[in-house]
């Protein structure tokens, strides 16, 4: 059974960190791309960023480019969303989602988690 499950979520204050994890099981993370996705309330859901699974490419929108970075760890089936510099409008329930490459698109996406709620106070 394909799962992923996002942790790390949570309240913090403007200006400060939190680092998002995705762990995936039932399938192997290497052969795939993972992207991370946030939906804040009352707007559409949004790419954030995303890394390939063949050079590790990473990829970030232009809004959390040099806040965020996002890492995978293949051999712990884990991707990661470093947060920092948090901003009130990073506010968001955060998913993460599979996908053999790197796409904007999160039709293309395969398999995605419950999401996990990051709220930053200003």
Request: charge should be negative.
């Amino acid at each position: 059974q394909v799962q992923l499950v996002e942790s790390g979520g949570g309240l913090v204050q403007a200006g400060g960190s939190l680092t998002l994890s995705c762990v995936l099981s039932g399938f192997t993370l290497e052969h795939y791309a993972v992207g991370w996705f946030r939906q804040a309330p009352g707007k559409e859901r949004e790419g954030v960023s995303c890394i390939s699974s063949s050079d590790g490419s990473t990829y970030y929108r232009g809004s959390v480019k040099g806040r965020f970075t996002i890492s995978r760890d293949n051999a712990k089936n884990t991707a990661y969303l470093q947060m920092n510099s948090l901003k009130h409008e990073d506010t968001a329930v955060y998913y993460c989602a599979t996908h053999g490459w790197c796409t904007w698109e999160e039709d293309e996406y395969d398999y995605w988690g419950q999401g996990t709620q990051v709220t930053v106070s200003s």
